[in-house]
């Protein structure tokens, strides 16, 4: 029998780990993209190779889609997007982030939070990438494997990715009539 336990973030809250993001964005900047994916790579596999919590792991995967997004050749992710999960690949990827990783049971827990922030605020990308690679001829990667109608593969993705951002512009008005933004960036 496993134990749920549910976090409420403050505004507080919130804000803190904005300014972890904001963080993580400069240090992008600063050290750049191949070696925030590079970091990412190791850090998953890192993680995948230790006895870490189901809720560690599990956000670890998700991890791995994030990684899966900014490296392939076939889906075209916008580049603000392609910002923001790189800014967040950057936090995950820094061991003395707000809880240090070699902290035993709980180091991962603010990049499970982290994450969870995360997909929630790119779930549609994420579900328009999901339903990508669904669509057809792609590998783990994300790569174009074996033959493709390429007209249809491109239509699908501009498809995925209009729907993505309708569905984002749908929450965040109706976040804004609610008066409430969760928003990292």
Do not use: C, N
Not at 119 to 127: A, S, V
Not at 166 to 177: F, I, K, P, S
Request: charged share 35%; proline share 4%; net charge neutral.
């Amino acid at each position: 029998m496993g134990l749920r336990i549910t976090l409420d973030l403050s505004d507080g809250d919130l804000q803190h780990f904005r300014r972890a993001i904001q963080t993580a964005k400069d240090t992008l900047s600063e050290v750049g993209e191949p070696a925030v994916i590079k970091s990412a790579q190791e850090l998953i596999e890192r993680v995948r190779a230790k006895q870490v919590p189901a809720f560690v792991s599990e956000r670890v995967e998700q991890l791995a889609l994030f990684l899966e997004m900014v490296q392939s050749d076939v889906w075209r992710i916008p580049p603000e997007v392609r910002t923001r999960v790189l800014s967040a690949l950057a936090y995950f990827s820094d061991p003395h982030d707000i809880i240090p990783d070699d902290i035993p049971g709980v180091g991962f827990l603010d990049d499970a939070i982290m994450v969870e922030l995360v997909l929630r605020e790119l779930k549609h990308q994420i579900d328009a990438y999901r339903d990508f690679k669904s669509f057809g001829s792609t590998d783990k990667e994300g790569r174009t494997s074996g033959t493709i109608d390429e007209e249809k593969f491109r239509e699908r993705r501009e498809a995925l990715g209009k729907r993505a951002r309708r569905r984002e512009r749908r929450d965040r008005e109706r976040a804004g009539m609610r008066g409430t933004k969760i928003s990292l960036w």
